[in-house]
């Protein structure tokens, strides 16, 4: 399922990034305006062999309204993945809609490429402010509807075949938030968020929050 609504989303961006660009100095509509990639890390969790990951994202659509000539109120619709990775050893062992962190079993070897995948769509509301006309910083929060999670795991089994598995439909914690904070230059920049709620929800998973911090590309048509 994640990977159809992924190619929907790719689908969209395609679409209005080359068809949605309207701008009449004050208020303004856009069909894409950056794509991030960055690490994920792990706040505050109740399991210390819960490591971090991936995070990328990208916007659909965002609207503008210029106050004045170099800031700009938007809200936007953007679309998130976040992959959370475990200790050499351990993987994410999953079973009736809940996961958990667990040593790998006799058999099982070679066990490093375990991870938790969710995805997201988030509704930021943000200020920018550009100096000398290409300088943006960039500060704001989202609320985010997170969808169930996916776990994965890779090892070796006893005869040294190659086995993997995932499991879909973890629940996550539905309704979450973030703070965040960017600063780009021309079409590129640093991007970094926080986003201290638990991933999974209540009794799904290990208790964590997370951050990230990442590479920010901007449409230099905005």
């Given at each position: 399922m994640k990977k159809v609504i992924f190619t929907i989303a790719f689908a969209i961006v395609s679409i209005l990034g080359a068809s949605a660009q309207e701008d009449n100095g004050i208020v303004y509509f856009n069909g894409i305006s950056n794509?991030?990639?960055?690490?994920?890390?792990?706040?505050?969790?109740?399991?210390?062999?819960?490591?971090?990951?991936?995070?990328?994202?990208?916007?659909?659509?965002?609207?503008?309204?210029?106050?004045?000539?170099?800031?700009?109120?938007?809200?936007?619709?953007?679309?998130?993945?976040?992959?959370?990775?475990?200790?050499?050893?351990?993987?994410?062992?999953?079973?009736?809609?809940?996961?958990?962190?667990?040593?790998?079993?006799?058999?099982?070897?070679?066990?490093?490429?375990?991870?938790?995948?969710?995805?997201?769509?988030?509704?930021?509301?943000?200020?920018?402010?550009?100096?000398?006309?290409?300088?943006?910083?960039?500060?704001?929060?989202?609320?985010?509807?997170?969808?169930?999670?996916?776990?994965?795991?890779?090892?070796?089994n006893a005869t040294d075949d190659r086995c993997s598995y995932s499991v879909y439909g973890i629940p996550t914690t539905r309704l979450t938030y973030d703070i965040h904070l960017a600063v780009s230059y021309d079409d590129f920049g640093i991007y970094a968020s926080y986003s201290p709620m638990n991933v999974f929800a209540n009794g799904a998973g290990p208790g964590f929050g997370f951050f990230s911090i990442g590479a920010i590309f901007t449409n230099p048509e905005n």
């Open positions: 794509i991030r990639i960055g690490y994920a890390g792990i706040l505050n969790s109740s399991d210390s062999k819960v490591q971090g990951g991936i995070d990328f994202g990208f916007n659909l659509i965002e609207f503008g309204v210029r106050p004045y000539a170099s800031g700009a109120f938007s809200l936007g619709a953007d679309f998130m993945l976040d992959s959370f990775g475990t200790a050499d050893g351990y993987y994410y062992n999953s079973a009736a809609h809940r996961t958990e962190v667990s040593p790998a079993l006799l058999g099982m070897k070679d066990v490093s490429r375990s991870r938790a995948t969710i995805c997201a769509f988030t509704f930021p509301l943000n200020f920018t402010q550009t100096i000398g006309g290409k300088l943006a910083v960039t500060l704001g929060a989202a609320a985010k509807i997170n969808l169930n999670a996916d776990t994965y795991v890779d090892y070796l």
